[in-house]
């Protein structure tokens, strides 16, 4: 197949046409370097740059505080959910907001290496809300407070601003895995957040890290060496072979956000708008098409909904392949149908979907 086609993968996802071009434009060899940036070192000045614009970049689209430390890291968000409680819980209780599957995954690993309570979780509702995070009681002593800020599989996600909702003085971490960069965040407001780049920031194999310094400091001694955060600060990610492929389709996927979208309060416009067209229709279909999730919870990034059986879902996912709109089917956990409409994809290709979502219903309601 030459031509593309409307890719709604969860993940790893549609990366932005520009930069899948350019990356191919200069696989062969880097301008000005004459090698790939597959053959370079991790220790070469051509990559040092590479290192030093995309974090430059996230740290002005992110307007990430001089108190907060940029890891371009491997292992994906499941390694942190590992690496947050072996470097932050000492002896104190880690406190989780469980608002689906990756945060529940979250709060298990943390058990292996001490107490986490959860203090919230959206199970008896099936994971189809989030909490009102200001009316939630928090322990100040808490080693941190840990939320997953949208969770891919049911579509909830927090709405902008919730960081600001949190109480107390309990460091907060976040799990912003699936929309890292889809909108502003207050970072000074977070000890931590961590993404895996594969859902808006690149491809698989690179896991972002901004947290706090001061916090990173408060580990024990006897963490393996390359999973101690301080590590990792103090040698710049380049402790070991970072994954420099993905390093570098970071930097040209930020330079993207900066030039074309115009930053991220544009980039969270053009969001809202794309997942406005899906629950639309959704809305608009008297029940036949009906959503995960509750409207004050929606996801922008994942757009979940059931039909009235598995077999016309089946019907849609297959019908839907034949018109060039593909990855419709939602986790094996949890069926039904997911579009995932992470900053790459175009209002097209959501419009495409729109228009064959209401002439599906129209056939088959």
């Known amino acids: 197949m030459s031509e593309r086609v409307w890719n709604f993968s969860a993940g ?28 370079i070192s991790h220790r070469s000045r051509a990559f040092e740059a590479i290192v030093d614009e995309t974090e430059a970049n996230l740290r002005d689209l992110l307007e990430i505080p001089p108190t907060h430390r940029v890891l371009f890291l491997q292992g994906g968000a ?11 819980l000492g002896d104190r209780a880690a406190q989780y907001v469980v608002t689906g599957s990756w945060s529940k995954k979250a709060v298990a690993e943390a058990r292996h290496f001490g107490a986490a309570d959860v203090v919230w979780d959206g199970a008896g509702d099936d994971y189809t809300s989030v909490p009102d995070l200001g009316g939630l009681s928090f322990d100040d002593s808490a080693a941190y407070v840990h939320v997953t800020s949208n969770e891919t599989i049911g579509g909830v996600e927090f709405p902008a601003g919730f960081e600001g909702h949190v109480r107390g003085r309990a460091p907060l971490v976040c799990d ?15 000890g931590a957040i961590y993404a895996g780049a594969q859902k808006n920031a690149g491809p698989a194999g690179l896991t972002i890290v901004v947290l706090d310094e001061a916090l990173a400091a408060r580990a024990a001694d006897g963490i ?47 969001n809202e708008e794309k997942a406005a067209l899906l629950y639309d229709a959704i809305d608009a279909s008297d029940g036949f098409y009906r959503g995960h999730a509750r409207p004050e919870a929606r996801s ?38 997911r579009a995932s409409i992470y900053n790459a994809m175009p209002v097209e290709g959501v419009r495409a979907l729109r228009t064959f979502m209401d ?4 056939r088959h309601a």
């Open 224 to 270: 393996a060496t390359i999973l101690e955060y301080r590590t990792l600060i103090e040698h710049r990610s380049l402790y070991n072979t970072p994954p420099t492929f993905a390093v570098y389709v970071l930097m040209l996927v930020t330079r993207w956000l900066r030039d074309e979208i115009g930053g991220l309060d544009k980039m969270a416009e053009r």
């Open 300 to 337: 922008r990034m994942n757009v979940t909904w059931r039909l009235p059986d598995e077999g016309l879902e089946e019907t849609f996912v297959d019908q839907a392949r034949a018109e060039g709109l593909v990855e419709l089917k939602g986790h094996r956990s949890v069926g039904g149908i």
């Open 176 to 190: 912003a895995s699936s929309d890292f960069l889809s909108r502003p965040l207050e970072l000074s407001r977070f």
């Open 78 to 88: 499941s390694l942190q959910f590992a690496m947050v409680p072996m470097n932050l």
């Open 359 to 362: 002439g599906f219903a129209a």
């Open 12 to 39: 790893p996802a549609t990366m932005p046409l520009p930069v899948l071009e350019q990356a191919r434009d200069e696989l062969v060899a880097l301008p000005g370097v004459g090698a790939s940036v597959l053959e």
